[in-house]
């Protein structure tokens, strides 16, 4: 049997930008990307805590060190700049191999969105 888990999270970064004029996705910055075991056009759920909105879409590589957060395309209908949301990915697994699996947890300064 094969069960869905978490696999990444990067808990609480504020959006730094929401551009409508794009065709879709998050663009995430490279360090966070890499912390969290993200890679570019993975399917990640995104939570906005400030209006409670859910929704789904792809991840775009953003330029390392800058703390990037921007919600491209419908997405960023989502969310306005300074929302504080919650980033997630899923993989699915065995269920005995899910029992023991440790997901890539990131907790990065919410003020600059970088590793601490």
Do not use: W
Not at 54 to 67: D, H, L, Q
């Amino acid at each position: 049997m094969l069960i869905e888990v978490v696999k990444s999270k990067i808990h609480r970064v504020h959006v730094t930008e929401a551009n409508l004029d794009y065709i879709g996705s998050i663009t995430i910055d490279e360090d966070l990307m890499d912390a969290a075991n993200i890679i570019a056009n993975e399917k990640v759920h995104i939570v906005n805590n400030n209006n409670g909105e859910r929704f789904e879409t792809y991840v775009i590589k953003g330029e390392r060190g800058t703390g990037t957060i921007c919600l491209n395309g419908a997405a960023a209908r989502k969310a306005q700049r300074g929302d504080i949301i919650i980033i997630m990915s899923y993989a699915q697994m065995d269920f005995e191999a899910a029992k023991t699996f440790k997901p890539a947890i990131v907790f990065p300064d919410t003020n600059t969105n970088k590793l601490v």
